[in-house]
């Protein structure tokens, strides 16, 4: 599924440089944070008032891009906290309280709010959500060390031209991102299938991720 991001992929630690809209730039993290949470910009595409769901501090070292809330997400204002975040926490095999932990683990899907339900399932992220803020907010977290990109969505917005032909294949090319980013397949209960037909994910990715995440994880901001 393509997504009309209108920017081009990032090389390594590069700065996210992306056309959004010509808005003010944050002073903080704090003031970022403030100002995505109340955004409105595509109120007039959403079935319901929009409700940014994200979190992150400035100690953060991981960031973990998604593609958008679901409907449990944005009924509790809680990302990752239905069986998509279960999954995405035993593939890092890290238990909620430290998934949680904004000082060492930022939040921010390329779509800040719920699209909506379309024929096959949620709607894509809007396009303009990831233009707008991703790069404010990356502004404010210098301390960053490694990005997991979930899914398509978050594929495209951060490795852009460098992906591959398919998901599968940029998955199983994650050792080409490191150590800036490391793309996975969407841990959605609809991608089962997926899972199943590609074993060696499971057997050959996830014992890397989770080393490195653990190795990041321990020198996360605590304090």
């Known amino acids: 599924m393509a997504v009309n991001y209108d920017a081009e992929g990032i090389e390594g630690g590069a700065s996210l440089t992306r056309r959004g809209p010509a808005l003010p730039e944050p002073a903080s993290l704090e003031e970022a944070l403030a100002r995505a949470r109340a955004c409105r910009l595509c109120a007039p595409h959403l079935p319901h008032e929009p409700r940014p769901v994200l979190r992150a501090a400035p100690s953060a070292r991981v960031l973990i891009v998604g593609q958008a809330p679901g409907r449990k997400v944005h009924e ?31 939040i921010i ?17 809007r396009a303009e959500c990831a233009p707008t803020w991703h790069p404010r907010l990356r502004a404010h977290l210098p301390h960053i060390e490694l990005v997991l990109l979930v899914g398509a ?6 490795l852009g031209a460098r992906r591959k032909g398919t998901l599968a294949d940029t998955v199983r090319a994650w050792r080409e991102y490191l150590p ?42 605590t304090g």
């Open 76 to 106: 509790t204002g809680i990302p990752w906290n239905d069986p998509s975040g279960d999954l995405l926490r035993q593939w890092l095999d890290v238990d909620r309280e430290t998934f949680y932990d904004e000082r060492r683990i930022a």
């Open 109 to 125: 899907p390329a779509g800040l709010c719920f699209p909506g339900k379309g024929p096959g399932g949620d709607l894509p992220p």
């Open 153 to 158: 969505y978050a594929h495209a917005y951060y």
């Open 180 to 221: 800036a980013y490391f793309p996975l397949p969407h841990p959605s209960p609809r991608n089962r299938r997926w899972l199943k037909l590609n074993a060696w994910f499971e057997a050959e990715v996830i014992p890397e991720l989770r080393r490195r995440f653990a190795d990041v994880i321990r020198r996360g901001g």
